[in-house]
């Protein structure tokens, strides 16, 4: 039996321009996804997923990726296909997840658990897999379900940290950062992601010019945010964070609700803020000096908004108990 964690990602720059190969920096949050995996003699496939109320779901290994799958138990069983199609499973195998976020928040909890499964699966059959083949595992296994994504929710349950990403993990660099003075806020909307990833795609082939500019726009600035970043001049990055939100603006994926706790936040003194992910909800994101994190904290809080105290730049997946 083993258990692994995972962290929950999100997105500081480049959002939806990074579905069609432009560059992202991303940062793993300290809110993990556990995943406990043990081997069975019965050739059967057990889930428990209290978090989204999947008790005893069961099949028999040789069903496994076959009929009607359960939305709670996706990830976890096509993660397990994948798996076995290059290190098949001679055995039954038992998964008992366990989230400390709410799969709401957009924080990636998919991701994280299919990230958490292939990791114990290959460290209970003795496979070393290399952070390449971990990585392409992973993704297609998160494709095969959602059909589209760039990718970017697996490289960070995967490494951890903060990283500038290229779609298909193309380029995964690691950014070494000693803090962040980030502010999170949760909308209180669950963002439909694959739904806001169509309606840019339909813009795109609308206005193919006018969304490519925005792209190479969101390009520059992601260049730009990584510099600042490294240098730690976190008032230039959230004046970046401002032009970032612009841009998402004019695609039409802001709501009136992330643009009140982005004028909140700005208004009590953040240096910058704007949405993380696909928009439509899930959260946005500031940065503020030290001595007005409390008033942009309250700031946001005051138009509905739920700031969440989480960490970020945390680490990778990891073995927590074998
Ligand atoms: C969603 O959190 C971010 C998007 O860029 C989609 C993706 O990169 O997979 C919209």
């Keep these: 039996m083993i258990t692994v ?15 069609y190969g432009y560059p992202s920096i991303v940062t793993a949050v300290g809110q993990r996804m556990r995943a406990t995996v043990e081997l069975l003699d019965a050739p059967e496939f057990i889930v428990d997923a209290q978090d989204v109320d999947i008790t005893s779901y069961k099949k028999k290994m040789t069903e496994l990726g076959i009929g009607e799958i359960p939305k709670g138990v996706q990830f976890v069983e096509m993660a397990l296909v994948n798996f076995s199609k290059k290190y098949p499973i001679m055995h039954g195998v038992y998964v008992k997840t366990a989230s400390e976020f709410s799969s709401q928040f957009g924080f990636g909890s998919s991701s994280a658990s299919t990230v958490c499964v292939i990791q114990a699966c290959a460290a209970l059959m003795g496979v070393n897999l290399s952070n390449k083949e971990f990585f392409d595992l992973s993704y297609q296994t998160v494709l095969d379900i959602q059909k589209t994504g760039s990718g970017f929710d697996v490289a960070a349950a995967l490494y951890g940290g903060t990283l500038e990403f290229v779609k298909a ?22 963002a439909d992601t694959t739904s806001l990833i169509l309606d840019v795609k339909k813009k795109y082939e609308n206005e193919p010019e006018k969304v490519k500019r925005i792209f190479e726009a969101i390009t520059k600035i992601v260049t730009d945010a990584k510099q600042k970043m490294l240098e730690g001049d976190w008032e230039r990055v959230g004046t970046l964070m401002n032009f970032n939100q612009e841009y998402l603006r004019d695609l039409g994926i802001s709501t009136e609700k992330l643009e009140a706790m982005i004028a909140a936040a700005k208004h009590a003194g953040a240096w910058g803020a704007k949405l993380s992910g696909a928009g439509g909800g899930d959260c946005m994101i500031a940065l503020a000096p030290p001595d007005k994190r409390k008033a942009v904290t309250d700031a946001i809080t005051q138009v509905g908004g739920q700031v969440m105290d989480v960490p970020v730049n945390a680490e990778g997946v990891k073995v927590e108990k074998f």
């Design 169 to 190: 993990g193309t380029l995964m660099e690691p950014l070494l950062l000693k803090e962040m003075p980030l502010i999170i806020g949760y909308t209180g909307v669950k």
């Design 5 to 19: 964690s995972a962290p929950g990602k999100l997105m500081l720059f480049g959002e939806h321009a990074v579905v």
